[in-house]
């Protein structure tokens, strides 16, 4: 079946602006990660998704970070007054179940640079 | 800071050696994954061992895990080109409920023909 899709593969905004990025898990996988990845910090958790409500924000680095998930499915990482730290690859996954146990599958990310 | 820390950062070997990387970890772990990413982008899940499992094998990757030593290896036995890429170990905290994964730096393997 499909895996997990993101869009836009890549964007080029400007500092200042802001962004939408999307993730459609794999069909039936209730649990939704995303993470980030950039060459001072490495892979970073972001925010964990079980449903469509988020128990475990922990990893948003600041106020400007927000995310959402509708209908148990597709999620939406918003960024607001993009900073040029803000440029990484931003990856999604999605698990079985409570995700817990369970291999995560990836996205191929899309990756973002504020110029 | 990370929870894991791979050893070594960079590794280049020839087609048919074998490649081991390390991972050792801070904190109690519920399991520790390892993943495979090439070109940057997509990580491909690879092996999941539990911290009540001492080793697992699939295909030709063997994991095992040492709790008391807090660290874990991948081999990797008769690699190929194709085995060219990053990997990182990635654990989950036995504190976790949620299941997100806390990355090593990686280890870039390169195989060269």
């Known amino acids: 079946g499909a895996g997990v899709s993101q869009s836009p593969s890549n964007k080029v905004t400007e500092k200042g602006k802001d962004v939408e990025l999307r993730c459609d898990p794999i069909s039936g996988h209730t649990a939704l990660y995303w993470y980030r990845q950039s060459l001072g910090q490495g892979l970073e958790f972001l925010i964990y998704?079980?449903?469509?409500?988020?128990?475990?924000k922990s990893g948003l680095p600041s106020d400007r970070f927000s995310a959402e998930r509708t209908g148990g499915s597709v999620s939406t990482l918003t960024i607001q007054r993009t900073q040029q730290e803000d440029s990484a690859v931003y990856l999604c996954?999605?698990?079985f179940g409570t995700g817990r146990s369970y291999e995560q599958y990836f996205g191929p990310g899309t990756r973002l640079t504020v110029t | 800071s990370q929870q894991g820390e791979e050893d070594p950062q960079a590794l280049s070997i020839q087609e048919g050696e074998n490649a081991t990387m390390n991972c050792s970890y801070k904190?109690?772990?519920?399991?520790l994954q390892w993943y495979r990413q090439n070109s940057g982008r997509g990580l491909v899940h690879l092996i999941l061992i539990r911290s009540n499992e001492r080793e697992k094998h699939s295909g030709r990757l063997r994991v095992t895990l040492d709790t008391s030593k807090k660290s874990s290896s991948l081999l990797i036995t008769a690699s190929r080109a194709a085995d060219t890429a990053s990997y990182f170990c990635a654990t989950v905290l036995t504190t976790d409920s949620w299941g997100k994964l806390q990355f090593g730096a990686g280890t870039q393997v390169v195989v060269t023909p």
């Open positions: 998704f079980q449903g469509n409500s988020a128990p475990d």
């Open positions: 996954a999605s698990s």
């Open positions: 904190t109690s772990i519920n399991n």
